[in-house]
Nanobody, 128 residues
Framework: QVQLVESGGGLVQPGGSLRLSCAASGSIFSINGMGWYRQAPGKQRELVAAITSGGITSGGSTNYADSVKGRFTISRDNAKNTVYLQMNSLKPEDTAVYYC?????????????????WGQGTQVTVSS
């Protein structure tokens, strides 16, 4: 019922920029948080950036992997259920498949649940 669709990946030269988008659709009751992960060949999937909002105790917040701080910016359009990742000053080591993740509350046939959903991934390649 829920689908996350990423876009914006591609081939870029070192020092270039890309903006990734991830739109959630389906039987969405609410979205607690959204984030971006990446996985390079031979490496574990790692958190790149995450954003949360609406919590009474925590409020809105963002966090980033140390390797991308100062270069990447995550943002969210709650009205469109969309999260963005602006990537500047890209480096070859940023090359990976980038996955969108979202903690989504759903309500289907009387069942309410919270679980994480994943997009299909979008390839980002940084090379001269």
């Amino acid at each position: 019922q829920v689908q996350l669709v990423e876009s914006g990946g591609g081939l870029v030269q070192p020092g270039g920029s890309l903006r990734l988008s991830c739109a959630a659709s389906g039987s969405i009751f609410s979205i607690n948080g959204m984030g971006w992960y990446r996985q390079a060949p031979g490496k574990q999937r790692e958190l790149v950036a995450a954003i949360t909002s609406g919590g009474i105790t925590s409020g809105g917040s963002t966090n980033y992997a140390d390797s991308v701080k100062g270069r990447f910016t995550i943002s969210r359009d709650n009205a469109k259920n969309t999260v963005y990742l602006q990537m500047n000053s890209l480096k070859p080591e940023d090359t990976a498949v980038y996955y969108c993740n979202a903690d989504i509350v759903t309500r289907n046939r009387g069942t309410i649940g919270l679980m994480g959903y994943w997009g299909q991934g979008t390839q980002v390649t940084v090379s001269s």
